[in-house]
């Protein structure tokens, strides 16, 4: 730290209780000044030959025949005016950065100038800031946060202006260049890494991160670190991410992190300041920033009632960088009068904004295919983020199905390949919403598509009791599709005489249509069958013990759908060997079907459809 040392003399001054300094000399003192709470029992004469204010002020108690003068709202206070007093005597007095900026303030009430002595206070101390201050880095930060108990005197002064001025030219030296302390706690950013294995250890101590300034100005307040980051912006020789990367450090620095802290009526109103701020300060480059940083500013602002600009403009910096998200992230409190645990609304605000932008990125490349956005990572993150947050604000039993649909199909199918973290969030959803009709239960199955659904959650869906009937049932059917399609194509090479002139899409939609026809035909038979309930149910338990190992996992309704859907055929001419025994045990109505198949191997030699009786 820089300092400046004045006068020569020892210090005379003696403290008299906790409100009187007096100066200790032979003669006896003449006037007393009261500054604050503490008098000050003085002489006239090194006062008057030093100050311009002090000549009238004394001038007017002689007249008035007084010993005292009363100087009210000194700047700087009794602190402040012991050091000019001392000045005044000849008196070793130390100027740092942590006093310097009061006894400017103080020489500059007390109009101790050049025109009255030379060499006065003003003209020293102005001497001591422009050739050490400034030029200090610490000095000049410690000089500015001092200069905030001292306004508008150190704006008038200009003292403000000029530590900001010199902390942004700082800040834009090469970091190369840089031979003053600064402190540094954060781990170096990847572009700031020393990589080079054969690097001296002394190149690697003496390196300089871009973002060294960072940390310092962290001290500053809100209107201070404001105007100091205005100027380094303007400067216009700072990279946008090392913007973004001090106004995280700052915001990480002020910010709490919990919830009732951020609304807290002591400090909502300077959360809410600092977070305009920030958004405010934030690089026109919408690619600055985490997504993480830019969801807690969001959440803060929520929380704290920001106005809605502040936070559109949030929303659309998220909307660009939603794929680097976590669920966790996306949680942000709701505000009353919202019944709600999570504000959902502003979740949909920001996923509208993706797919718009997703939408013009496709409209700029019209050669962009369908199979080409599957493949992109940040849509496919962005689907699987989603849908974690659907399973996540499914518990709350606030949550309106429309706000769950809603959001649900806010997101593109093509962000969605695989149902299942879908299917996950709609059984929490139906669970801890035991009271949906059974119109909104299939309202909200219908988000789902069963063809989508991997084996382990088609085998969790099939045993699931929340999930509509016709949902089992489709299930089921396409698990069996699926599972003839494998079994028919590992035996194609049997099948070698019975060589397909169609391609495999139009052999695929060709099954698929039979299948869902018939699908069509044995749904209405199962609905109707279902409804029967017990009489039945007993039926279904005999036949249970007679199905397949597979089928026994399943439960006693999906069980009795799979019997049905077993012999429906999931090929052309295809029908799934049952025996004799289990065919003739049907719940409904009997099935008859002609046994062509070897029995040694299970493999029927021509399958025929068979009628239903």
């Known amino acids: 730290m820089k300092f400046m040392k004045l006068g020569s003399k020892p210090d005379a001054f003696q403290v008299d209780g906790k409100c009187i300094r007096h100066v200790t000399s032979d003669l006896a003192t003449d006037i007393i000044i009261k500054v604050g709470d503490l008098k000050f029992y003085l002489h006239k004469f090194p006062l008057l030959s030093k100050s311009n204010h002090m000549q009238r002020l004394v001038q007017k108690a002689s007249e008035e025949n007084c010993d005292e003068i009363n100087m009210v709202d000194f700047p700087g206070g009794p602190n402040a005016f012991e050091i000019c007093a001392k000045f005044c005597y000849g008196m070793a007095v130390t100027l740092n950065a942590y006093n310097v900026v009061a ?15 030379r060499g006065n206070l003003i003209f020293k101390i102005e001497v001591f800031l422009n050739s050490s201050i400034f030029h200090s880095w610490k000095d000049s930060i410690i000089v500015l946060r001092t200069a905030k108990s001292l306004l508008p005197w150190s704006e008038n002064l200009k003292i403000v202006g000029r530590c900001i001025d010199s902390i942004a030219s700082k800040t834009s030296v090469d970091p190369a260049n840089i031979t003053w302390s ?11 890494k020393i990589v080079g294995d054969s690097m001296k250890l002394r190149e690697k101590i003496e390196s300089v991160p871009k973002d060294w300034w960072v940390e310092d100005i962290c001290e500053l307040e809100i ?37 009732d802290a951020l609304v807290s009526g002591v400090h909502s109103w300077r959360n809410k300041l600092l977070v305009e701020t920030i958004a405010c300060l934030l690089p026109s480059d919408n690619g600055v920033g985490s997504c993480s940083f830019l969801l807690k500013l969001l959440k803060v602002a929520v929380l704290a009632g920001m106005d809605d600009s502040s936070k559109e403009d949030l929303v659309k910096r998220i909307s660009l960088k939603l794929h680097e998200a976590s669920v966790k992230d ?26 718009m932008h997703e939408q013009r990125s496709q409209d700029v490349e019209p050669g962009k295919s369908a199979g080409f956005v599957l493949g992109h990572g940040s849509l496919l993150s962005v689907g699987k983020l989603i849908d974690g947050y659907l399973g996540e604000i499914a518990h709350d039993p606030n949550l309106s199905l ?13 962000a969605r390949p695989v149902h299942d973290g879908l299917y996950k969030a709609i059984d929490i959803y139906l669970k801890e919403h035991p009271n949906l009709t059974k119109a909104e239960r299939k309202k909200i199955c219908g988000l789902m598509d069963v063809k989508k659904l ?38 194609s090479d049997a099948r070698t005489t019975c060589v397909s002139k169609m391609s495999p899409d ?78 003739g045990s049907s719940q409904s109505s009997a099935v008859g079907v002609r046994d ?18």
């Open 182 to 192: 600064y402190t540094y706690n954060r781990k170096l950013s990847v572009q700031d």
């Open 330 to 355: 996306l949680l942000i409190p709701a505000r009353s009068p919202q019944t709600t645990l999570y504000d959902v609304g502003m979740v949909q605000s920001i996923v509208n904004q993706y797919m």
């Open 103 to 117: 006894a400017r303030c103080a020489a500059e009430y007390l109009e101790m100038t050049e025109d009255v002595d």
């Open 506 to 583: 139009e052999e695929w939609d060709k099954t698929m249509g039979e299948d869902c026809r018939s699908l069509k035909k044995k749904m209405s038979e199962v609905e109707t069958n279902e409804d029967g309930g017990e009489k039945n149910s007993k039926m279904g338990k005999k036949k249970s013990r007679n199905s397949k190992n597979g089928v026994q996992l399943l439960p006693s309704r999906s069980r009795r759908i799979f019997d049905k859907l077993w012999v429906v055929g999931v090929g052309k001419g295809h029908v799934e060997n049952r025996s004799s025994e289990t065919s």
């Open 454 to 491: 991997t084996m382990e959650a088609s085998m969790h869906a099939a045993q699931n009791d929340r999930l509509p009937l016709r949902v089992v049932v489709q299930v089921l059917f396409f698990e069996q599709v699926k599972a003839a399609t494998r079994a028919q194509s590992r035996n």
């Open 596 to 613: 062509n198949t070897n029995k040694s191997s299970g493999i029927p030699s021509r399958h025929r459809r068979h009628s239903v009786s």
């Open 402 to 414: 429309t706000s769950f649909i809603d959001l649900s199909c806010s997101v593109s199918e093509l």
């Open 223 to 259: 209107d201070l670190y404001k105007r100091v980051m205005t100027a380094v912006k303007s400067k216009g020789r700072m990279d946008g991410a090392v913007i973004g990367e001090a106004l995280k450090t700052y915001a990480v620095r002020w910010l709490p992190d919990s919830v």
